[in-house]
């Protein structure tokens, strides 16, 4: 369990990471460098640019990212916690093909309306994992303050 719990809380942190080098990336208007390619960038795999560069990184993580996401979601499976801590890892794992499409379509479509909705899918993917990574924290802790609290004699709520 407590493997669970630190995988959760890498992934949810590499999450809020690349929200944030996501928002450096269109801040800086890196998002275009890469010359309108996806997925590749200035016409091979190694950026030739430092917006380039930026936006490949960006890239980068996002791929990382995914597979912590999907890791944790496999986690969460054979984690013998609550339904719910399933739940919301598979809704991370499940917005992030979409995520992926509208990262994809901000080199082609680049529009506030796709800008949006690829941010607003992130921000679900964030949520899911926090709340993944709280509840598995919540989930551990509990069963320490039971004991605590039957070896001073006062009763469970079971």
């Known amino acids: 369990m407590v493997r669970f719990r630190h ?16 928002v450096y990336t269109a801040a800086m208007g890196a998002g275009l460098s890469c010359s309108a390619q996806w997925p590749f960038c200035d016409g091979g795999l190694i950026p030739q640019t430092f917006p380039s560069f930026v936006e490949w990184f960006h ?6 990212a995914g597979f912590f996401i999907l890791g944790t979601t496999v986690g969460a499976w054979k984690y013998r916690g609550q ?9 991370a794992l499940a917005a992030t093909p979409l995520q992926i499409v509208l990262g994809g379509a901000t080199v082609f479509v680049y529009t506030p309306v796709v800008q949006v909705a690829h941010h607003a899918a992130a921000l679900v993917i964030f949520g899911s994992l926090l709340a993944t990574t709280l509840w598995a924290y ?5 069963p320490d303050a039971t004991a605590s609290e039957s070896a001073k004699g006062v009763p469970s709520d079971d």
């Open 7 to 22: 995988l959760a809380a890498v992934t949810t942190g590499l999450t809020f990471t690349l929200i944030l080098l996501g």
């Open 83 to 91: 339904r719910r801590i399933r739940g919301a890892a598979t809704l």
């Open 138 to 142: 919540e989930t551990d802790r509990a």
């Open 59 to 64: 890239r980068l993580i996002a791929m990382i």
